[in-house]
């Protein structure tokens, strides 16, 4: 297992391009400014998006353009040579949510 002091002495360079209050459809808007623009081009994309496309009521988009924009952001880091890392939302009360999007006029499950 490797130690920050280990990460540092091996030359890593960490950009961290992540913004609070972002869905996947912005972030996809951005993906080439924001990661892809970079030279050299990364060797690792980490991708962590999700929370604000599922329960925050101004960003919510439904499922399958949520898995769109991220298929297209591993596509895109992978055609820059990149290795994507994908890393999935935390827990969510899905019926609680789902309740509130119904409420909101959202009626795709």
């Not at 920050?4 to 950009?15: F, G, K, M, P, W």
């Not at 913004?19 to 924001?34: H, L, T, Y």
């Not at 499922?63 to 890393?87: C, F, H, K, S």
């Amino acid at each position: 297992m490797k130690t920050i002091e280990s990460a540092q002495s091996a030359d890593l360079t960490v950009r961290n391009q992540g913004r609070c209050g972002q869905n996947s459809e912005i972030v996809r808007e951005q993906f080439d400014a924001d990661v892809l623009a970079f030279t050299p081009s990364p060797d690792y994309v980490l991708i962590h998006i999700g929370m604000n496309d599922v329960i925050n009521d101004r960003f919510f988009i439904p499922l399958n353009r949520y898995i769109e924009n991220v298929t297209w952001m591993i596509d895109q880091a992978r055609e820059a040579g990149g290795r994507p890392i994908i890393g999935s939302i935390h827990h969510v009360d899905e019926e609680k949510v789902y309740k509130h999007l119904v409420g909101k006029g959202y009626h795709e499950r």
